[in-house]
T-cell receptor
Framework: QKEVEQNSGPLSVPEGAIASLNCTYSDRGSQSFFWYRQYSGKSPELIMFIYSNGDKEDGRFTAQLNKASQYVSLLIRDSQPSDSATYLCAVRFTFSGSARQLTFGSGTQLTVLP | EADIYQTPRYLVIGTGKKITLECSQTMGHDKMYWYQQDPGMELHLIHYSYGVNSTEKGDLSSESTVSRIRTEHFPLTLESARPSHTSQYLC??????????FGDGTRLSIL
């Protein structure tokens, strides 16, 4: 069982719709959660991080965290074709050690249709 | 925004050559990481460092080696390149905030 699970997709939404990306994780004690966007052929780019239960909004992006249910989600409002990319969920587990390395999910590929 | 630089961006080289991929960051981050990623596939951590003279192997076994003599510099070396080493190599760093910031990557192709 993977430690960070994401729907592999691909997920397609029409332009202007809300895209919902989900991620579950295995370590109940995890404290730090990150969402990255990766365009094809490019490196991952940090778009959101969240540490506390609830919602965190940044522009068209909202991260939602529910530690009791061990899931974190990313909502993209008013989706644009430029949002088409693979979205990676990353979690810092409690046993990650001094380097505080992150565990990445395999990513969800999102396509926003014009 | 973190400034992290990788060179070369692309490298095509023959089997058996020694290769060093460079990674430097100007943010003073103490933690640095190397990932390997094949096209359309997930990230795999191959090496990490939490400070000068500290390096550890990651989750994915790799024939590469790393060194961390200076805070800003974290090079990765392949002593004898093979076609199975063909991949994209991504370097990242993080400071107190834990978020990792990635360089543009090196696309390595071994003939």
């Amino acid at each position: 069982q993977k430690e960070v699970e994401q729907n592999s997709g691909p997920l397609s939404v029409p332009e202007g719709a809300i895209a919902s990306l989900n991620c579950t994780y295995s370590d109940r004690g995890s404290q730090s959660f990150f969402w990255y966007r990766q365009y094809s052929g490019k490196s991952p780019e940090l778009i959101m991080f969240i540490y506390s239960n609830g919602d965190k909004e940044d522009g068209r992006f909202t991260a939602q965290l529910n530690k009791a249910s061990q899931y974190v989600s990313l909502l993209i409002r008013d989706s644009q074709p430029s949002d088409s990319a693979t979205y990676l969920c990353a979690v810092r587990f409690t046993f990650s050690g001094s380097a505080r390395q992150l565990t990445f999910g395999s990513g969800t590929q999102l396509t926003v249709l014009p | 925004e973190a400034d992290i630089y990788q060179t070369p961006r692309y490298l095509v080289i023959g089997t058996g050559k020694k290769i060093t991929l460079e990674c430097s960051q100007t943010m003073g981050h103490d933690k640095m990481y190397w990932y390997q990623q094949d096209p359309g596939m997930e990230l795999h951590l191959i090496h990490y460092s939490y400070g000068v003279n500290s390096t550890e192997k990651g989750d994915l076994s790799s024939e590469s080696t790393v060194s961390r003599i200076r805070t800003e510099h974290f090079p990765l070396t392949l002593e004898s390149a093979r076609p199975s080493h063909t991949s994209q190599y991504l370097c990242a760093s993080s400071g107190p905030g834990e978020a990792q910031h990635f360089g543009d990557g090196t696309r390595l192709s071994i003939l």
